[in-house]
């Protein structure tokens, strides 16, 4: 079946605080994607397409392929311990940055910029989330051009194109629910270079609100009092459901020694609190008493959330190496916490290399890891402890120049 992405949103990834990707290319995992200033790689065209503008004048092209292994997280309460299924995954994207045409260079990223899965085999976890499962591709086409020798500006459309399963069963109610959604954003970015060795930019990637429908299976077994006897209600419908993938904002600056080291910092800012709740809407083959069941608002009320990002590159004759630290916060308030996204605040250490094979062509391995820190939670349905929510990364690439 396609997916609804509804509820897949809110619980897939544990990459970052909530649910997105931002490592979509090898030196984005290799430096923790503190790649915004001092992006110079095929890649740039998606962390900060204004500097494609102070590129070689050459075509480039990056093909990667990323492994994620998510780890089989833990959940401990009085009375069970469970864990979820471990999840490996295999994310292909490619990066490609045009030469000068009439003064201007074009840029095209195919990303997969949040998702993947969560599930649960055990109760109490299947009664809310025994399946979440969310694909998305990112079509990210752009262009840039020089307002001066030392400053670039860029724009972007995001195209994304989703899709989502979820699946709960309790003893008395079962949803399966699926449905896909292609929307739209748009990104800007801005790079300055006030002296060769210093670099600026700043970069915003826009809300795009995911319009999902598809088709709900619903079935509650049970009693509503009144009117409503006791029995077994089905309803087979289309569904519809609105899920943001927020805004994010990044400063960065860069600056390269004369060793060949350069060091950059970047601060990002997610707009979390766009997510505020998760509103089922279903059509005219739903049951009253199922829309009862199902259809009441979920409250998220997701805060907005920072991320400091560390990056080193060594440029050796033939070899490139790469290190990099990220410290990421959780948007997950402890009242809306749940098994379809057991979040926590993260720390997350990563290493790279590229070789030079010739002029033209380039390889590359970086790995990164993603320590989650323990998170005790309390709230209307959970009264227990998450862990072991740590996430493995490895990216191969091959870049062409031609």
Not at 250 to 263: G, P, R, V
Not at 319 to 334: A, F, K, N, R
């Amino acid at each position: 079946m396609k997916s609804l992405v509804l509820l897949s949103l809110v619980t897939c990834t544990l990459f970052a605080g909530g649910y997105k990707i931002p490592e979509t290319s090898l030196n984005s995992v290799a430096l923790s994607a503190a790649s915004v200033a001092h992006s110079n790689g095929a890649d740039g065209a998606y962390y900060n397409p204004a500097n494609m503008v102070f590129m070689k004048n050459e075509n480039v092209l990056e093909a990667n392929l990323l492994y994620i292994g998510l780890s089989d997280v833990e959940y401990k309460s009085a009375t069970t311990t469970i864990n979820a299924k471990r999840e490996d995954f295999i994310v292909p994207s490619l990066h490609y940055v045009s030469q000068d045409v009439n003064g201007m260079r074009f840029g095209l990223s195919v990303v997969s910029p949040a998702g993947l899965s969560k599930r649960w085999n055990s109760a109490p976890a299947i009664y809310s989330a025994e399946e979440f499962t969310l694909q998305t591709v990112e079509i990210n086409p752009t262009v840039a051009f020089k307002i001066n020798e030392k400053t670039g500006v860029a724009l972007g459309v995001r195209a994304i194109y989703s899709e989502g399963v979820v699946k709960s069963t309790s003893p008395i109610a079962s949803r399966d629910m699926d449905g896909d959604s292609l929307d739209f954003g748009y990104n800007l970015a801005l790079a300055y270079k006030p002296t060769s060795e210093l670099e600026l930019a700043l970069a915003y990637r826009s809300n795009v609100d995911l319009s999902v429908k598809g088709n709900a299976l619903l079935s509650y077994t049970g009693t509503l009092g009144g009117s409503v006897p006791l029995g077994t209600y089905t309803s087979s419908s289309s569904a519809s459901v609105s899920v943001p993938v927020p805004a994010l904002f990044n400063a960065a600056i860069a600056y390269t020694f004369a060793s060949q080291t350069t060091l950059e910092f970047v601060y990002e800012r997610n707009y979390w609190s766009e997510y505020k709740e998760l509103d089922f809407n279903y059509g005219s083959g739903v049951t009253p008493v199922t829309n009862v069941v199902f259809g009441a608002p979920i409250a998220k009320n997701w805060s907005d959330t920072n991320a400091f990002r560390f990056g080193v590159t060594q440029k050796l004759d033939a070899l490139t190496l790469m290190g990099g630290v990220v410290i990421d916060e959780s948007p997950v308030p402890e009242a809306t916490l749940g098994f379809e996204l057991p979040d926590s605040d993260s720390v997350s250490v990563s290493l790279g290399v590229r070789y030079q094979i010739n002029e033209k062509l380039n390889v590359g391995l970086a790995a990164l890891y993603s320590m989650r820190e323990e998170r005790e939670v309390t709230n209307s349905s959970l009264n227990g402890e998450f862990s072991n929510a740590n996430v493995l990364m490895v990216a191969s690439a091959l870049e062409y120049r031609f």
